[in-house]
């Protein structure tokens, strides 16, 4: 099948080039940049040097759309809140690494993207793309809104808990942390060398997009309003997340018997490890894969477990989830072009 990528000059965008490249069922038609239209691929980004690939063009919807079967968008929220509409009606299924359409009520998303919201038709057609949670729902999506990362890492982290009611209501706080390329490409103060490197800092607190999408998908689980505590630092690698989330029991449970739930969950979902008793993940685990390694301690004094869920951003945060959800929606087997040993050291 032929697909197009917006944002192709994007970390998100590059990351899927990379994967996309060694598909066997794939085909990159176009990659659109505005900024590096009619350039080659290998002249902005060496290292795709010898790579065969099309050159950047620009975002003409009629044009991008002609010939292929699926279209990424790998751009800011507002820009596929703004063309995928324009696709969805030309006939080609999108996934969306964006926020643009993960949030059900256009009104919530207006408040916390500060941009105009799709229709709620199309926010109601569109399909939360999280693969552990919904794949059947994802089969039939023409619109899949890729999870945001730290989303990702947290609501793996949450689901079979959530799922048996294990839980305390509202008692959920998640220590977020995340390395420079979720930032993205773009330069900025924020992410400048000599005040990341050798440093750490709080972020968007108490103000962060992805509060929102959490508490959606576990009020949605647990059919109950919920609401978290979400905490996000910036920390001196270049890819990798951890979120810490420190959740309150209703009645005690073993960390065993914690993780035999876990493990019995995640059976059939080949991208989510569950760590032995007393061995913790760590973001280099899983740098490179699409892999989230979850690790859980019960702290019996406090009746709160402790769970410890790490990916790598670019990959099971972004661009790796995309293809997991691409090989779903189009009935290849789900690990198809992922199959990736972590890069360690
Ligand atoms: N980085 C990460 O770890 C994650 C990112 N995401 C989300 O994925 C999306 C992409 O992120 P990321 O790759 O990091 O971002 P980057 O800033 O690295 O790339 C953004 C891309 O969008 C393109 N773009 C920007 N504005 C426009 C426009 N008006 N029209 C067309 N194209 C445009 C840029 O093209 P050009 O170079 O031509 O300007 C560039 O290719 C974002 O929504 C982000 O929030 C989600 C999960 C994780
Ligand atoms: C380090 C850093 O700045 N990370 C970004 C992650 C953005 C992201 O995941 O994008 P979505 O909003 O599309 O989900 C942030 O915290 O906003």
Known sequence: MKVGILGGSGYGGLELIR???????????????????????????PHLNQVELPSFVELDALEVAEGVDLIFFATPADVSATYIPTFH?????????????RLRDGAVFEEWYNHASPSSELLREAVYGLTELNPEQIEHANIIANPGCYPTATLLGLLPIMKEKWLSRNSIIIDGKSGV????????????????????????VN?????????????????????????????????????????????SHSTAEII????????????????SEGTFPTP???????YCDIGLSVDHRTKRITIVSCIDNLMKGAAGQAVQNMN??????????????????
């Open 181 to 204: 390329s979720g930032a993205g490409r773009k330069v900025g103060l924020g992410t400048h060398f000599a005040e990341v490197n050798e440093n750490i800092s709080a972020y968007k």
């Open 284 to 290: 280099k685990g899983v740098a490179g894969t699409n």
């Open 207 to 251: 103000e962060h997009q992805h509060i929102p999408e959490i508490e959606q998908v576990l009020s949605e689980l647990v059919k109950k309003e919920t609401r978290v505590s979400f905490t996000t630092h910036l920390i001196p690698l270049t890819r990798g997340m951890m979120c810490t989330l420190y959740v309150g029991m209703k009645e």
């Open 89 to 101: 009606g030309l006939g080609v299924p999108c996934i969306d690494l964006s926020g643009g359409f």
């Open 19 to 45: 994967l996309l490249l060694m598909h066997p069922y794939v085909e990159i038609e176009k990659v659109v940049s505005p900024s590096y239209a009619g350039q080659e691929l290998s002249s902005v980004f």
């Open 328 to 345: 779903v929606r189009f009935g290849f087997p789900e690990k198809t072009g992922l199959v990736l040993t972590p890069v360690f050291p």
């Open 260 to 275: 035999a739930l876990y493990e019995a969950y995640y059976e059939n979902h080949p991208f989510v490890r569950i760590f």
